[in-house]
């Protein structure tokens, strides 16, 4: 079955940091861009970061550039998001998203999953 | 700022049809923005329901359709179910990155 799961979320002063892990199974993240998406509680989805198969492309949102850091380890199937300098705004819950795409006809299509299932971050003092 | 645009809310009756869009400020939405639609109900992740415009996964209902309209992508539900209550987002690409549109919720009445 294909798969992600999340971890790493918790509890964190302002201006603290955390690492969030997104285990995947039943394929493997060398084949595939993977992203990080957040959604404050009661609010909608924010596209955060991605990171090409072996690494070497990385994107971020303004919000996060330079404070966050995505990388994936493809031997352990595995991608993180390092979350430094980290700001109340920076509650949300974390989800992982695999991206795929195909040619078909020439067109190229590009889709979204699976999705984990998040993990929350609460930034407070 | 990028900014995607879809109907705060919109409402429909059991067994009815309603379109929601998905606007773009850069302009009109064209196929190559690929945009995607998911579905997401309480205290749940979302679920990918169509992709690159049209596309439906194995297990999108068939009365889930997506298209272009008027310079906009659009998700159409044609014979709403109950279970079809719940937030929808689209997603759109811009040459390298991807920005969500801020939701509409569709109430089942």
């Known amino acids: 079955e294909v798969q992600l799961v999340e971890s790493g979320g918790g509890l964190v002063q302002p201006g603290g940091s955390l690492r969030l892990s997104c285990a995947a199974s039943?394929?493997?993240?060398?084949?595939?861009?993977m992203h990080w998406v957040r959604q404050v509680a009661g609010k909608g989805l924010v596209w955060v970061s991605r990171i090409n198969g072996d690494g070497t492309s990385i994107r971020y949102a303004d919000s996060v550039k330079g404070r966050f850091t995505i990388s994936k380890d493809n031997a352990k199937d595995t991608l993180y998001l390092q979350m430094d300098s980290l700001r109340d705004e920076d509650t949300a819950m974390y989800y992982c998203?695999?991206?795929?795409?195909?040619?078909?006809?020439?067109?190229?299509?590009?889709?979204?999953?699976?999705w984990g299932q998040g993990t929350l971050v609460t930034v407070s003092s | 700022q990028t900014v995607v645009t879809q109907e705060p809310s919109l409402t429909v009756s059991p067994g009815g049809t309603v379109t929601l869009t998905c606007a773009s400020s850069?302009?009109?939405?064209?196929?190559?923005?690929?945009p995607n639609w998911f579905q997401q109900k309480p205290g749940q992740a979302p679920r990918a329901l169509i992709y690159s415009t049209s596309n439906k996964h194995s297990w999108t209902p068939a009365r889930f359709s997506g298209s272009l309209l008027g310079g906009k992508a659009a998700l159409t539900l044609s014979g709403v179910q109950p279970e079809d209550e719940a937030e929808y987002y689209c997603l759109l690409y811009y040459g390298g990155d991807w920005v969500f549109g801020g939701g509409t919720k569709l109430t089942v009445l």
């Open positions: 998203l695999r991206e795929s795409s195909a040619t078909v006809a020439g067109t190229p299509k590009f889709w979204f999953d699976p």
């Open positions: 850069t302009g009109a939405v064209t196929s190559a923005y690929y």
């Open positions: 039943g394929f493997t993240l060398r084949s595939h861009w």
